[in-house]
């Protein structure tokens, strides 16, 4: 519909537009269906979804909503939702900064942009001991589960 109305000036301006309205679209949509879940669970007084299904949004189809609440309501979504509130609880440090999904390509490519404005000018040094310590942080992040070492490892391993 919008396409059919405006036009854009050069080609490269409709993908361009197109994905951001698409990364923001996704990130509101995560958001409303997290605030739709904590509103019938109000309204219904309960924390069963399948009690919730009776509770249509006037937004969404009805079968779309029974079928989220189904799949809310399953044995394994329900597990998956405990262990991640009990890992936020655990370690709240670890959620402080987040950034979505992140391709490989840009995580690498915010990397190389802090390592030329955290390093010496003509030396592969950087400014600060702060400054390698969150370098090899972001570096090596997910490794730390992947090689499943403690926390006193983890940082001699990437302090090397």
């Keep these: 519909m919008f396409i059919s109305n405006y036009r854009f000036m050069r080609p490269s301006d409709e993908a361009r537009s197109r994905s951001v309205w698409m990364t923001t679209a996704r990130s509101n949509y995560t958001h409303l269906l997290y605030n739709a879940r904590k509103n019938a669970q109000r309204i219904c007084h309960s924390v ?38 009990v890992n936020r609880t655990v370690n709240p440090e670890a959620n402080k900064h987040t950034s979505g999904s992140v391709s490989f390509a840009t995580h690498q490519s915010r990397l190389e942009v ?38 006193e490892v983890w940082v001699a391993a990437s302090s090397a």
Excluded at 54 to 66: A, C, S
């Design 114 to 151: 802090f390592d030329k404005t955290h390093k010496k000018k003509g030396t592969d040094q950087y400014i600060s001991d702060r400054a390698r310590e969150v370098t090899m942080t972001e570096k090596y992040a997910g490794e730390e589960e992947q090689l499943q070492l403690d926390p």
């Design 48 to 85: 069963d979804p399948t009690l919730w299904r009776e509770r249509t949004l006037t937004w969404m189809r009805r079968d779309y909503w029974e079928g989220l609440c189904n799949i809310w309501a399953a044995e394994r979504w329900q597990e998956t939702s405990t262990t991640m509130k």
